[in-house]
Antibody
């Protein structure tokens, strides 16, 4: 079955960077966009961007332009999201989610990775 | 930028009742709207895409309707496991609504 498994929780200091991984299995990794969505504690869902695992092409939400980098390693079917210059309000659960039908619908989702930014 | 507004913020109902959740877009999104369910401590799950198509494995009690700017998610008869937060999402900029919390009355 299709499965996305993310890396473990991280604690970072303000100004640092974090890189979260998302390992895909059960389907052809290069055949579907991968999206990244985050959720601050007690808050709603916020789309960060997507990567085309086949070409490596990316689209980022304007809010994160200049701070986020999405990459992939097709040899191990893994997508990555790196967020730099972390602030306390970047504390959130970060999810990867596979695209559906090339239409920017998300299914399934990874289990989430909690990133805590604290001095 | 298209903004999605969900109502109500919280809906209190009993098992067996019918739930109607609303999502309004600030401009037309045609039929390009999805609904997700999120339970505490879990990742969201896709329920409905393209306004009215159920995702794989989603029970028939979940249905979606609407087009343009007004959309509805209906749960025909609430089961205990349906009490959760529901989000709508549009595909042009991938933004989500703020969510509706469906709680047990």
């Amino acid at each position: 079955q299709v499965q996305l498994v993310q890396s473990g929780a991280e604690v970072k200091k303000p100004g640092a960077s974090v890189k979260v991984s998302c390992k895909a299995s059960g389907y052809t990794f290069t055949g579907y966009y991968m999206h990244w969505v985050r959720q601050a504690p007690g808050q709603g869902l916020e789309w960060m961007g997507r990567i085309n695992p086949n070409s490596g092409g990316t689209n980022y939400a304007q809010k994160f332009q200049g701070r986020v980098t999405m990459t992939r390693d097709t040899s191990i079917s893994t997508a990555y999201m790196e967020l730099s210059r972390l602030r306390s309000d970047d504390t959130a659960v970060y999810y990867c989610a596979r695209d559906v039908l090339w239409r920017n619908w998300f299914d399934p989702w990874g289990q989430g990775t909690l990133v805590t930014v604290s001095s | 930028e298209i903004v999605l507004t969900q109502s109500p913020a919280t809906l209190s109902l009993s098992p067996g009742e019918r739930a109607t959740l609303s999502c309004r877009a600030s401009q037309s999104v045609s039929s390009y709207l999805a609904w997700y369910q999120q339970k505490p401590g879990q990742a969201p799950r896709l329920l409905i895409y393209d306004a009215s198509n159920r995702a794989t494995g989603i029970p028939a009690r979940f249905s979606g309707s609407g087009s343009g700017t007004d959309f509805t998610l209906t749960i025909s008869s609430l089961e205990p496991e349906d009490f959760a937060v529901y989000y709508c999402q549009q595909r042009s900029n991938c933004h989500f609504g703020q969510g509706t919390r469906l709680e047990i009355k």
